[in-house]
């Protein structure tokens, strides 16, 4: 996989873009391009109701320092967040998320974008995917070229019946180490093994990818655009 130019990782919640593509774009920066997160949702504040106001906005910002340390160790240049409610996308309207994308489009002017798979049982997810797809319309002076969705672990597998169904594979044996250092930044939403978002099942799915073509560890995606 041989990109030159930068990178635009668009994610629904902190952790995500580790989780989908982290070892990928660990290992497109080394072969020198430039890589950019867009987190859309605030990423926790569906789990709590009732919660004292203060409490909420502290959590957000220490989540929003474990999302800053895990792009770091990926080596990704900056991260843009923004404010959707977690798990509220639907209540803000697509047109509000595809802005905020064509805001950082144009600061960023991406060549590459990873973002979510249409096919996941989270809802900010699907939504995401389809503002991409929209804020990335396929018009003559488009700068991007290609466009790839991942998977998201305790997400994408849950979603019933299965369809996530990836067409490209990319070897992280090299960065996979690097892809588990970034999630154990984000100490708040580790969860412990059996779950898939724990550091142990993200090895997992790592291994089993790999195995699917013949490599010890892989991330999978579907091709959204691939012009060449």
């Given at each position: 996989?041989k990109?030159?130019?930068?990178?635009?990782?668009?994610?629904?919640?902190?952790?995500?873009?580790?989780?989908?593509?982290?070892?990928?774009?660990?290992?497109?920066?080394?072969e020198?391009?430039?890589?950019?997160?867009?987190?859309?949702?605030?990423?926790?504040?569906?789990?709590?109701?009732?919660?004292?106001k203060?409490?909420?906005?502290?959590?957000?910002?220490?989540?929003?320092?474990?999302?800053?340390?895990?792009?770091?160790?990926?080596?990704?240049?900056?991260?843009?967040?923004?404010?959707?409610?977690?798990?509220?996308?639907?209540?803000?309207?697509l047109?509000?998320?595809?802005?905020?994308?064509?805001?950082?489009?144009?600061?960023?002017?991406?060549?590459?974008?990873?973002?979510?798979?249409r096919?996941?049982?989270?809802?900010?997810?699907?939504l995401?995917?389809?503002?991409?797809?929209?804020?990335?319309?396929?018009?003559?002076?488009?700068?991007?070229?290609?466009?790839?969705?991942f998977?998201?672990?305790s997400?994408?597998?849950?979603?019933?019946?299965?369809?996530?169904?990836?067409?490209?594979?990319?070897?992280i044996e090299?960065?996979?180490?690097?892809?588990?250092?970034?999630?154990?930044?984000?100490?708040?939403?580790?969860?412990?093994?059996?779950?898939?978002?724990?550091?142990?099942g993200?090895?997992?799915?790592?291994?089993q990818?790999?195995?699917?073509?013949?490599?010890?560890?892989?991330?999978a995606?579907?091709?959204?655009?691939?012009?060449?």
């Open positions: 996989m990109i030159k130019g930068r990178i635009l990782i668009v994610s629904a919640h902190p952790d995500d873009e580790v989780l989908g593509c982290g070892g990928t774009v660990a290992k497109l920066i080394r020198g391009c430039e890589a950019f997160t867009l987190i859309l949702g605030e990423g926790i504040t569906s789990r709590y109701t009732n919660r004292d203060e409490n909420v906005n502290m959590e957000l910002m220490e989540l929003r320092r474990q999302a800053l340390k895990a792009n770091e160790i990926l080596g990704i240049k900056e991260v843009f967040f923004f404010n959707f409610p977690d798990n509220g996308f639907d209540s803000v309207g047109l509000n998320i595809i802005r905020v994308i064509e805001k950082i489009k144009r600061e960023v002017k991406p060549k590459l974008v990873f973002t979510h798979s096919h996941d049982l989270n809802v900010d997810h699907k995401t995917y389809e503002a991409v797809l929209a804020a990335f319309r396929p018009l003559p002076e488009e700068t991007v070229r290609c466009i790839y969705s998977e998201i672990l997400s994408t597998e849950w979603r019933y019946p299965y369809a996530f169904s990836p067409n490209m594979y990319i070897n090299d960065t996979i180490e690097l892809k588990l250092k970034a999630m154990e930044a984000y100490m708040s939403e580790l969860r412990e093994f059996p779950h898939p978002r724990s550091i142990e993200i090895k997992v799915k790592a291994m990818r790999g195995m699917e073509v013949g490599l010890r560890y892989a991330e995606f579907e091709v959204i655009r691939d012009i060449r």
